[in-house]
């Protein structure tokens, strides 16, 4: 039988493999009526915290900003919109505008054979207008971009405000577009205690590097080693399932857990890798970006390249004061059986009881409609009938 009590700074991992379960077996339930989150794989692990971060209705925001031409206007850059000012957004993530500079100065080729001067830019990261054929009703993007500029490369880069991620399962729903030279990433960062000191980072990436061929995508757990030494390689270049190139919306997932990186692509198994798999608390990162260097490449003058997301989620546990969770897991949730992106459902425990009626509201027959994107009707139902889910823009009472 598996305890699934929350200890700090560990991830409980099942040893049996997951039996599968069609979606929609589960009612859709909030997180406030969840104890713990597991997550489908070859083994099941749980998890405390969930996340969601959705930027596919966001129109109010959209605006793509025209490259800004000065090395300092972009770090000085203020955000694109005021989505990345707001609680939902900066409570959690901050945008960053450091440069390489000091690492150029360097001049140490083990550390950084970068070329090319580069600032990560505010500017670079913002809301876009989803322009794609068949949206169904998606109306908006997420964009990191960077662009090379006559004498430097302005990049955009999001860290996660905590540092305590300790075990998580990161998930996006992206794709890359955009000129040879430029590399895209997901990614769980522990900086070394000196720049110096790389042997010493951890971190796990998923990475797309558009110099590659367009159906390749790295997974690395760092520092890693080319294979032909006497060490194993913690890199691999694996193509993406079913032909698909990484130009292709995707839905791709990266779970770090006691041990070992594991990624998937389309929920299809694409890489494991325990050598190097990073251990202690870290932060979570994505970038877009170009230095010149090896590993990116060099684009060419004036052209660009774009991580675009929908979306971001995320299960975890955390070592921050105040996030780490102790006590029974009663409610188990699963983000991975759900009917409904970012909204769990429970799949062990007590649902919460329905909430009473307020004096006055309409009732919704059996059969009407109850919920769904622009609705305005009676969201309660009849005695002896609950509302339940059928898609985004339709709930029924039944």
């Given at each position: ?354 909430a009473p009626a307020q004096p006055g509201a309409c009732a919704a027959a059996r059969y009407a409609q109850c919920a769904g994107k622009n609705w305005n009707g009676c969201s309660t139902c009849a ?16």
């Amino acid at each position: 039988m598996i305890d699934r009590t929350l200890r700090p700074l560990a991830l409980l991992v099942a040893a049996a493999s997951l039996v599968a379960v069609a979606r929609g077996a589960y009612p859709l339930t909030t997180d406030s009526n969840c104890h713990c989150y597991k997550t489908n794989a070859t083994s099941a692990n749980y998890f405390a915290h969930h996340n969601f971060f959705d930027f596919r209705s966001l129109a109010q925001y959209a605006r793509v900003p025209k490259p800004l031409d000065s090395f300092e206007a972009n770090a000085a850059a203020p955000p694109v919109a005021a989505f990345f000012t707001s609680a939902q957004w900066a409570g959690a993530w901050d945008i960053q505008n450091w440069n390489n500079t000091a690492q150029l100065a360097m001049n140490k080729s083990d550390i950084s054979d970068a070329t090319v001067k580069m600032v990560n830019s505010p500017n670079n990261i913002y809301i876009e207008r989803n322009t794609d054929p068949g949206n169904n009703g998606q109306s908006t993007w997420m964009t990191m971009r960077t662009v090379r500029h006559s004498t430097f490369q302005s990049s955009s880069e999001i860290e996660s405000h905590s540092t305590g991620y300790q075990f998580v399962s990161i998930r996006m729903y992206a794709r890359t577009k955009g000129a040879k030279g430029a590399v895209t990433a997901m990614f769980t960062y522990r900086p070394p205690p000196t720049p110096t000191n790389i042997s010493l980072v951890q971190e796990a990436d998923l990475e797309i590097r558009t110099q590659d061929p367009p159906v390749y995508v790295q997974y690395t757990n760092q520092p890693s080693w080319n294979s032909t030494s006497d060490i194993p390689d913690a890199t691999r270049n694996v193509s993406l399932p079913g032909g698909r190139r990484w130009s292709d919306w995707a839905y791709y997932r990266m779970d770090w857990t006691p041990g070992s990186s594991t990624w998937y692509v389309n929920g299809q198994l694409a890489s494991t890798i325990s050598f190097q798999a990073p251990r202690d608390p870290a932060q979570v990162m994505f970038n877009s970006w170009s230095d010149g260097g090896s590993w990116s490449g060099h684009m060419p003058l004036n052209s660009e390249a774009y991580l675009q997301m929908q979306w971001i989620e995320m299960v975890y546990n955390n070592t921050d004061p105040g996030a780490v969770k102790t006590g029974k897991c009663i409610n188990v949730c699963s983000i991975d059986e759900t009917t409904k992106i970012g909204q769990p459902v429970l799949i062990t425990g007590v649902p919460p009881p329905p909430a009473p009626a307020q004096p006055g509201a309409c009732a919704a027959a059996r059969y009407a409609q109850c919920a769904g994107k622009n609705w305005n009707g009676c969201s309660t139902c009849a005695a002896g009938t609950t509302c339940k889910f059928q898609n985004d823009y339709y709930s029924q009472c039944l």
